[in-house]
């Protein structure tokens, strides 16, 4: 308990807005919209696995917002084209692999910090996607839910995040490979020293984030009739949001998966909440930036403490 | 991390002539557009890049990310990043509207209300990152957010302020001495940040800050203070590029700046100011900001698309980045090969 305190602090707070919009709301609890909002949390609790990875081996990466878009609209041309949801999402994985690897290259191969490189692609590649498709919507019509009736294809998205969540927060804990990441972030120079290839490290955790946006961005676009190449937009700040509330140490080394699940849901409450509070909506962005930095401000006077 | 083996003799040398190169870079780009973007109309006058109507929109579409730029590289030279700045921007022009339209107060006073905004917005960038020692990175990132979510909640989500007095507009659009009216305000903040980084302790304390902050506070200098200073610097200013933007565009919007962060952060990237902070100077900061005015807006006035300018400021980024590194990085793998294992290679360096 003592241990994951920052994790279960936000689990907490995360109750006390179930139980007030419970008492005050209890509309919010109703089947059908609860889950399209499941859905509609699902991919980004996906890209915020892989981003809780990259932070927590030091770097940032504030690009999957593009890279998502670029995707995502490579991904529904392709089924626009007639293409097989089956064959379509590797498609879509590798290209974000591919991006991903663009930016771990700069940043492990060459020194370059996350933050500018990212910045540079972030931009890039969202001018890039606007010249090609001019805003166009792409009509993918028979693939939304990959063929499936809603239902199924609304609880396949949400199964598909689960289990990929289980899986890395399970390997982060028990394989080696999850290990290094921690020994990275903590001490670049301490695991290299101990026998860890950091640049390797950073290198393959921007790759992982990149095939997991990949695959966030299908789960998301066979949502609607419609992918909008727009989408993502702000998406890596929602992201970011969701991991350092849920406790990932922005200087690296710290945080679980778990905490990440709590953070996401707690912040995707709130908009919902301000609505059914009769808050009105256009607070959601301040909210929001409130509290990333409280989240910030906490780990900053625990650290002050602990330094004393 | 990595700042210590900027400081040589060598070095020196090479930082000063970056500028040189990005100088020629600049003619290069404006010739090239001299020729690109240059037509002459039906009746066989000339329009385009190489009117003097041209070169004044570039100055005018350039003020607002030079004057964030200007502000952006003492930031930068301490080590530190301000991601807020045109979220701040946004923000100062919204309530710079609501004082002036709804708050009935008169235009110089409502421009005073602005400016203490990004003056405060500064402040609180600077105590989260002084007191608590917190990452410039993850507060400026906070405060990005916050601070656009604040422009979105007082405007109401799509209100637009307009309908400015003439003698306020004509800030951003009419001519003073010949020149647009805008441009002695930059050239004042320039004049002003230069003294501040290249003729005054400050500056040195800054870059001293950029290459150790242990070592700085160690030395006596007031760290937080200097840091303060850089911060609350950053906000003013980027109030004031929010009141000129308001002007040139004759309305305040929520989303106004949207994105002139990385286009400021580019400018002074590519004007030789090394993120890892330490080194740069202002002057390279100007050019750089020239550079990508000129080369974006001389796109658009050769009938490329708008997204061109865009596409190529980030690769421009990138490319300079790797250019900057590449050199050290080199030399690093043949003194490697020389010496044996001994100079332990460089780790990925913190965002």
Partial sequence: ?308 | MSASTHQSGGAKAVFRSHEFILFVVLVAEWIFFYFAGTSKNYSGATVGFGTLDAQFDIMRHSCEIGLLALVMTPVILTGGIDLSVGSVLGFSAIVFGKLWRDGHLPIDIAMLGALATGALAGGLNASLITWLRLPPLIVTLGTYSLFRGLAEAVAHDGDTFTNFPASFINLGNERWLGVPEQLPILAVVAIAVWLLVHRTTFGRSFRAIGFAPEGARYAGLPVERRLALAYVLAGTVAALAGIIYTARLGQAKADDGTGYELFAITAVVLGGTSIFGGTGSVHGTLLGVAAVAVLTDGLSLAHWPREAGGVLTGLLLILTLTASVLPKMLSNRRSHRQTGPSTPQPSPPSP
């Fill in chain 1, 1 to 308: 308990m003592k241990r994951h305190f920052r994790e279960w602090s936000v689990a907490g707070a995360l109750g006390v807005m179930l139980i007030a919009l419970a008492i005050f709301a209890p509309r919010f609890y109703e089947g059908q919209p609860m889950l399209s909002r499941l859905t509609d949390t699902a991919p980004t609790l996906v890209i915020a696995c892989g981003m809780a990875l990259v932070i927590i081996s030091r770097q940032i990466d504030i690009s999957v917002g593009s890279q998502f878009a670029i995707c995502g609209a490579c991904g529904g041309m392709l089924l626009a084209h007639g293409w097989p949801a089956a064959a379509v999402i590797p498609v879509s994985i590798a290209l974000g692999a591919l991006f991903g690897a663009f930016n771990g290259a700069l940043i492990a191969g060459l020194g370059l910090p996350s933050i500018v490189v990212t910045l540079a692609t972030m931009v890039t590649w969202r001018e890039a996607l606007r010249w090609r498709t001019q805003g166009e919507l792409i009509n993918i019509g028979p693939a939304q839910w990959f063929g499936l009736s809603q239902k199924v294809g609304q609880w396949t998205i949400i199964g598909t995040a689960l289990v990929i969540l289980a899986a890395i927060a399970w390997a982060m804990k028990r394989l080696a490979a999850g290990r290094f990441v921690y020994a990275v972030g903590a001490d670049a120079e301490a695991a290299r020293l101990a026998g860890i290839r950091p640049r390797l490290v950073t290198f393959l955790t921007f790759v992982f984030l990149g095939a997991l946006t990949g695959l966030a961005a299908m789960m998301f676009s066979v949502q609607s009739l419609q992918v909008d190449p727009n989408a993502g937009n702000g998406l890596e700040l929602r992201v970011i949001a969701a991991v350092v509330v849920g406790g990932v140490s922005i200087s690296g080394g710290r945080g679980n998966l778990w905490g990440v699940l709590a953070g996401l849901l707690l912040l995707a409450c709130i908009s919902p909440a301000l609505t059914y509070l009769g808050v009105e909506a256009y607070w959601e962005k301040a909210i929001q930036g409130a509290i990333i930095l409280l989240a910030v401000v906490a780990d900053g006077l625990r650290n002050r403490k602990a330094q004393r």
